[in-house]
């Protein structure tokens, strides 16, 4: 095990250890099981402190990655167990169930997962059955790989609400939106290619680019977008293959683009012929009577490809979700489909269709809107009650609050500190490397319900001001 | 547009030019309505006949690569038409939803897809409905992405019966055999690196190798199954990362390899620490008393990775399948899986749990099996009767005869001819190279009944007489 450490460094020590600890892991050099060395021989091996290594290992534990038998010592842990609670992919948008369920007793302001006791059963089981009536064993047919093209339509004639003007032709449905970002890498990537991101990104999407041998490049997001400089200063020296972007109630940040800077963007999408995939998180979810505007609306120039997943708005089960393709890569977005999966659930695509035919989603949206509104702001409110000295910007959308903590208190030691009374917060680290990351946590408050939420942001205070004051 | 021609080469000129046409088209050199050149310019830049060209605009033609325009000339068909009407790879093994009904009137021998008047949709429907009742919104939530649990053990159990031993923790489901597919060539597969496939493959598998950019090496098979000779060989220079093979009723061929041949192959594995891709394409489909043994099951190494999809014997519109992982690839397939689609349809996993529990899927096996069986012994018997001069090895199972046609007749004349009358067959071309390929048709019975099987191969009986005289 060789370990390298730059004691001039920014980054502290027990970081660094963590991190090359966890390559090794992750790349399975440490095999599953393997037994760590004890803390007092790495740390004399390192020259550093005892509390250093310690530091490390406790990381190295809460990132599910080793486990520690008392009287034994540490171990990596077998990637089951991994799996079975949660990595840090995991942790981000699509959740495993386990994080849902089988945390009992926990709030849970780290998954980004919809409640499902808002999901409309009724409804929908109504649609069931009368799919299956209506259409019998067709409905389980194989499909064509862009879709089941009534619902195409449908979708068509759905986004002409959102001021995007397609047809049934560029509608292409795909299992989920995470789906859509690797069938767009696997279509346009290849070794070397860069794309740009945002930075914090969603780390679901950037790993997808990296397993396709590409460069990421971060371009970082100020509080009404992009910082659109530095990203035509990359530009006039980089030729990415696309870049990948949320611009409204972003994810983790919630940040959404200004009206003027989704205008800019498009002007340079047009000078640098730059393509740009707009994954549109979480855009129906507007807390106030301004609705979001997709950058797809201000696209002139067929420039955008659109994402748009019903998970949030409706049920993650569903793994129904659909883009918009620009025509010209059409072909290689089919085929890509094709040999990703054939084709989307067909019975899946005729239920939602029919739902859709029926106009219950439009209900459904505002419902759901309502609810998680409460949600939104109520945890606006604890937040500002309870996080003394915490920032955040007010997204007034979306899943998420985005919040800086106040000096002293890192991420990850408030991530322990709630989780040992029972409350789930995502560490900015998952997002954003380092000490930077270490002063950001996110919130999503959209799976707890208001008391809850009350009660978990109160909790989250008294850690923060416990872990201050241990601190001074 | 430069083609060059080979005018010593045993493959035919109008072949070369087809087989250069359809890349340039399938690169999109050639951008869709395009007008190709005339069939005189051609031919005299050519230098070669005009029917030369005619010929090769013909396949072209019937390839869905072109259309003509009375009066006017051919033109590139663009991509939206030619995926509505099928290509070479959607001819194949999973089909295009077009391709089952649009074809009023056809006799379609061309799709492997099941009936779906077999479907269980009564049995089916009850499930659905009894899981809603059960979970009612947790059925839509996001899920493990190795599956859901309880399914991953219905799984493990009804493996048993097959001589497979597993636990549910080595059961990952996906969704479609064409995933599984896709995911283990993103785990596995980097730039440069060798598969070995069968010759004849299935073309779907193949072009997901290619497009990771791993070499193929073909293995040809012999009735028994693969050349094991040939194959050492190859072993003995190259170190492919896996061998992908159905070893039971493959797709062309209906070849099943020996029981000699499943045992050498896994000492060959041994040997070389070969890792097998198996995919269960149609093993259950068995029309003897003789039930088809996977290779899994003489699996001792854990070198076999099993790829099963319930879209043959089931429904193809579940889109649910699973894999069997060695435990050495577990972590790194898990990861692939996730970031392809996070996680199969939870709801479906449910409905199959439930049915697998209540033993129905057994039951529906064993009807399939006489339905089809039925369809088998009248497609061979027809075979018999009316192609005269053709030559075919009875598999007793699956879903396809491979069926030499008499000299002179070539496929690709054949399919034409057929398809004037109303009957669809695959040409041996879609799987094998030029010449070889064009003494080949692939004739799926499954989804045809029993009154038109008899019809539909007399009318091919009358159209390979037909061109034999013809070539006299």
């Known amino acids: 095990m060789n370990l390298s450490l730059n004691k001039h460094s920014s980054e502290p020590l027990y970081i660094q250890i963590f991190e090359q600890l966890k390559e090794l892991i992750q790349q399975g050099v440490l095999p599953e099981d393997y037994k760590l060395p004890t803390i007092r021989v790495l740390a004399s091996s390192l020259d550093v402190n005892n509390v250093t290594v310690i530091n490390a290992y406790k990381l190295l534990e809460d990132h599910k990655l080793i486990y520690k038998k008392v009287g034994s010592g540490s171990y990596v842990l077998p990637m089951e167990e991994k799996l079975n609670i949660g990595n840090a992919i995991s942790d981000d948008r699509e959740e495993l169930e386990y994080d849902y369920n089988g945390e009992e007793g926990y709030i849970d302001f780290a998954t980004a997962s919809p409640d499902p006791r808002l999901f409309p059963m009724k409804d929908f089981k109504a649609a069931i059955n009368d ?69 914090p990104t969603y780390t679901g999407a950037a790993s997808v680019f990296k397993s396709r041998g590409a460069r990421i490049v ?70 106030t009577e301004k609705a979001a505007v997709p950058l797809k609306a201000y696209d002139k120039m067929d420039h955008v490809i659109y994402i748009k997943s019903f998970s949030k708005i409706f049920m993650p089960g569903l793994r129904v979700a659909f883009l918009i393709i620009p025509e010209n890569i059409k072909k290689t977005i089919a085929s890509a489909k094709y040999m990703t999966d054939i084709s989307t659930s067909g019975f899946m695509q005729r239920v939602l269709d029919l739902y859709l035919n029926r106009n219950i989603l439009d209900d459904h949206i505002k419902y759901m809107k309502k609810e998680y509104g409460l949600r939104y702001f109520e945890a606006v409110r604890a937040s500002k009650k309870y996080l003394r000295g915490a920032m955040f910007n007010q997204p007034n959308g979306g899943l998420n609050l985005w919040i800086k903590l106040p000096e002293k208190v890192n991420s990850s030691e408030l991530y322990e500190a709630c989780k040992k009374n029972k409350v789930l917060i995502t560490m900015g680290t998952v997002f954003l490397k380092g000490q930077e990351g270490e002063q950001y946590i996110r919130l999503s408050f959209a799976g707890v319900d208001v008391p809850e939420i009350t009660r978990g942001i109160a909790i989250m205070g008294n850690a923060i001001e416990e872990i201050k004051e241990s601190a001074d």
């Open 218 to 287: 971060e371009i970082p997001l100020l509080n009404d977008g992009p910082d659109m400089k530095e990203l035509e200063k990359l530009l006039q020296v980089i030729k990415p293959k696309f870049m990948y972007i949320m611009p409204n109630f972003q994810n983790p940040t919630g940040c959404s683009y200004s009206e003027r800077k989704k205008k800019h963007l498009m002007l340079l999408s047009k000078k640098y012929n730059l393509l740009i995939v707009e994954d549109d998180y979480a855009g129906d979810l507007s807390y």
């Open 131 to 199: 799919v299956i009536e209506r259409d019998g064993g067709k409905a389980f047919m194989y499909l064509d790989s862009r879709g089941y093209l009534p619902l195409r339509g449908s979708i068509a004639s759905y986004l002409s609400h959102k001021a995007i003007e397609v047809g049934p032709e560029d509608v292409y449905i795909i299992s989920g939106a995470q789906q859509g970002i690797d069938i767009i890498a696997k279509a346009l990537l290849t070794n070397g290619d860069y794309v740009f991101v945002e930075s």
